[in-house]
């Protein structure tokens, strides 16, 4: 069975491709089109665009995730797959033209920009089931319980794939996919370890990653990265509307505007904080 390693940028994940070897190593890139966002750097953005064979302006996580990938790749000697789906853009664009944003109850951004595309480039690449290892530490035993019950009984997680057409409708087809392992739960792996292993390594890591208006951040982190990021964070305001909201109780304009009662530091914050994208 083929073992893939599925990265996210940051360093848990890139910890397992430097000391879990595996046949294929996979990354999705989310992608924005404001140009107000653009990544700075233009050769590097045609290289992204050779990888991903797509247009490319920005992302919508860190900048910083784009070289995180590209000095990985260098430091464990073996190519990096790059995917990507849809733009933001374009998935918040709904049933008959409407435009939601996704939210805690309805997370179709994971699955539209990261699941997705990983499960087709599975499809193209591979097609047939896997061993993904997924970058969940020791202390994260209940994020791969929640993960593990949503297998079948075999172990596998299953996938459906496009593969025909019925009429002018999609064909969907349901494949076993995927088996997830967790190393560094088996290996008793937690962050001081992951800290201390890249604290003298060539590989570059945003302060944290995921997309920086990630709705599972708390409103004073987003408050944080609309000083560091004012422009993608705009971004992410401009998508809401008056019926559809990021969060709930406030919108990110709202949250821009805030003036929080003391100097926000980075030391206020750790990846608990972060959110995640539910992978």
């Given amino acids: 069975m083929k073992t893939v390693n599925s990265l996210s940028g940051g360093k848990t994940s890139s910890y397992i491709a430097a000391n879990y070897p595996a046949d294929y190593n996979v990354f999705a890139l989310v992608r924005i089109e404001d140009e107000k966002c653009k990544f700075p750097d233009k050769k590097i953005r045609q290289e992204v665009e050779d990888r991903i064979q797509a247009p490319f302006i920005a992302t919508a996580e860190d900048d910083m995730i784009i070289y995180t990938m590209l000095d990985l790749e260098q430091y464990i000697g073996q190519k990096i797959d790059w995917v990507t789906g849809k733009t933001f853009d374009k998935i918040l664009i709904r049933s008959e033209g409407k435009r939601y944003v996704p939210n805690v109850m309805q997370r179709f951004c ?6 997705e ?16 290892r997924i970058g969940f530490r020791a202390n994260e035993m209940r994020r791969a319980k929640s993960m593990l019950e949503r297998c079948k009984e075999d172990g596998f997680m299953y996938s459906k794939v496009i593969t025909g057409k019925i009429g002018s ?15 560094l739960i088996e290996d008793g792996i937690f962050k001081d370890k992951v800290e201390e292993f890249w604290r003298d390594k060539p590989v570059r ?8 208006g990630c709705f599972h951040r708390s409103a004073t982190l987003l408050k944080k990265m609309s000083e560091k990021h004012p422009d993608k964070l705009q971004w992410f305001a401009n998508q809401e509307t008056n019926k559809s909201q990021f969060k709930k109780e406030m919108t990110y304009k709202d949250i821009i505007s805030w003036n929080p009662q003391q100097e926000l530091f980075e030391d206020d914050f750790n990846e608990c904080d972060s959110g995640y994208c539910g992978l």
Avoid: D, G, S, Y
Wanted: proline letters at 9%.
């Fill in 110 to 115: 994971t699955i539209e920009m990261k699941l």
């Fill in 117 to 132: 595309p990983i499960v087709k480039w599975w499809w193209n690449n591979i097609k047939e089931p896997i061993e993904e």
């Fill in 169 to 183: 409708r999609n064909k969907w087809t349901e494949f076993k996919h995927r088996k997830p392992v967790f190393p």
């Fill in 205 to 212: 890591f945003a302060w944290m990653n995921n997309c920086v």
